[in-house]
């Protein structure tokens, strides 16, 4: 069975600096797919960026970026310009192939100050 | 853009009560999944659906039963509730055919058990 790890229960960063959130999986899988969701107070789930094993490129999307070592099964994301609406819980999800279920890491709750 | 749809959005029950969730997926969307998000919690994969039929199984309870219907929405039917099962209910959507096809997550049903 997957597993995924959020090893930072709380971080927090000052408004439009850099924070890194980290997470780190385990599988015998090849090919597989990692995600960030975030979770605002409202609760909803938004997917923030998304990453395919086979594709060495790290994925970027606008202020958000991950940094994606396959070999240490590592997927960090970084937020760059934080704002105060990024203020959110952040799952690392993992997801083994089309269809399947995602498994979610614990999640890192992330405060942006003014 | 259409999103996924949960109704409703809050639900009181008493405890051995029954209880149905319903989701309409994304348009074109043909896999629905449920998750269980417990107070400070990850949220917890129950079951999945691809084209009405089950298509993988989490740790769902026996007291809990799911269906999809033909028009791809889908109910989680609830019974005999304990206090345990106050949570937040997500359904997702995917479509099965694109492999990197992230879930797309409703705004959840929140349940409390008095």
């Known amino acids: 069975a997957q597993t995924v790890t959020q090893s930072q229960p709380e971080m927090s960063v000052q408004e439009a600096e850099t924070v890194t959130l980290s997470c780190t999986y385990d599988t015998s899988e090849n090919n597989y797919y990692l995600f960030w969701y975030k979770q605002p107070p409202s609760r909803q789930m938004i997917l923030v960026i998304r990453q395919e094993a086979y594709k060495q490129q790290n994925a970027t999307e606008n202020r958000f970026s991950v940094n994606f070592q396959k070999a240490a099964k590592s997927f960090s994301l970084k937020i760059s310009d934080s704002q105060l609406g990024d203020t959110a819980m952040y799952f690392c999800?993992?997801?083994?192939?089309?269809?399947?279920?995602?498994?979610f890491g614990e999640g890192t709750q992330l405060t942006v100050n003014p | 853009a259409a999103g996924v749809i949960q109704s409703p959005r809050h639900l009181i029950k008493e405890k051995r009560e029954t209880a149905t969730l319903k989701c309409y997926p994304i348009?074109?969307?043909?896999?629905v999944y449920w998750y269980q998000q417990g107070p400070g919690q990850d949220p917890q994969f129950l079951i999945s659906?691809?084209?009405?039929?089950?298509?993988d199984k989490g740790s769902i309870p026996d007291r809990f039963s799911a269906q999809q219907f033909s028009d791809y929405h889908s109910e989680l039917n609830m019974s005999s509730l304990e206090l345990g099962d106050s949570a937040l209910y997500f359904c997702?959507?995917?479509?099965?055919?694109?492999?990197?096809?992230?879930?797309?997550f409703g705004n959840g049903t929140r349940l409390t058990v008095t």
């Open positions: 999800a993992f997801k083994e192939t089309s269809g399947s279920r995602l498994t």
């Open positions: 997702a959507s995917s479509e099965q055919g694109f492999h990197n096809s992230p879930l797309h």
């Open positions: 348009p074109r969307h043909d896999t």
């Open positions: 659906f691809y084209e009405k039929m089950q298509s």
